[in-house]
């Protein structure tokens, strides 16, 4: 079965920049298109970005959009999300996620790697 | 933007009770819409997707119906392991939505 593993969340200052990763194994096809989803402490779920399966298409959430980019690497099975300019409102808790085909619901959840914006 | 409401917010619910949780949308979404699970501590996971069709692995007392803007998960009788977060999400259009969830706490 496929797993998806994130790593790169830290305590950060406002204004500072980070860069998740998220390394996928498992799968019988690495061409679906996935996400990256926030939780804040407490809070619902934030759909943030998507990428395409070729990594050439992707798409935003408005509140990270210009800040945030996605991005990844087939040949290491890697989507990599780099986060600039970031406030406080951005601390949450990030998951990767893959997407089912051309449908866009979440098949697969990774565990989540914590983001800390604060001075 | 599609805005997705869930209610209520906080069920207490008895084991071996049945559990019905409701999410609507504000515009239609046809069948694309997924529910999902998630216990204190650990990732979602997927229930349901196409309003309708239970994911692998997922027992028989959960099921899901509705399409348009109105849509139910029901829990035909609640286990002890279904006490969690309930959040549906529409993928008809962009950007993706969930809702705000739903608390299934014990009574």
């Known amino acids: 079965e496929g797993q998806l593993l994130e790593s790169g969340g830290a305590l950060v200052q406002p204004g500072g920049s980070l860069r998740l990763s998220c390394a996928a194994s498992?799968?019988?096809?690495?061409?679906?298109?996935m996400s990256w989803v926030r939780q804040p402490p407490g809070k619902g779920l934030e759909w943030v970005s998507r990428?395409?399966?070729?990594?050439?298409?992707?798409d935003y959430a408005d509140a990270v959009k210009g800040r945030f980019t996605s991005s990844r690497d087939k040949s290491k099975n890697t989507l990599f999300l780099q986060m600039n300019s970031l406030r406080v409102e951005d601390t949450a808790v990030y998951y990767c996620?893959?997407?089912?085909?051309?449908?866009?619901?979440?098949?697969?959840w990774g565990q989540g790697t914590l983001v800390t914006v604060s001075s | 933007e599609i805005v997705m409401t869930q209610s209520p917010a906080t069920l207490s619910v008895s084991p071996g009770e049945r559990v019905t949780l409701s999410c609507r949308a504000s515009?239609?979404?046809?069948?694309?819409l997924a529910w999902y699970q998630q216990k204190p501590g650990q990732s979602p996971g997927l229930l349901i997707y196409?309003?309708?069709t239970r994911a692998t692995g997922i027992p028989a007392r959960f099921s899901g119906s509705g399409s348009g803007t109105e849509f139910t998960l029901i829990i035909s009788s609640l286990q002890s392991e279904d006490f969690a977060d309930y959040y549906c999400?529409?993928?008809?259009?962009?950007?993706?939505?969930f809702g705000g969830g739903t608390k299934v706490e014990i009574k």
């Open positions: 498992g799968f019988t096809s690495g061409n679906e298109a």
């Open positions: 999400q529409q993928y008809n259009n962009w950007p993706l939505a």
């Open positions: 515009q239609s979404v046809g069948s694309n």
């Open positions: 996620a893959k997407h089912s085909g051309s449908y866009y619901y979440f098949e697969y």
């Open positions: 196409g309003a309708s």
């Open positions: 990428i395409s399966g070729s990594g050439y298409s992707t």
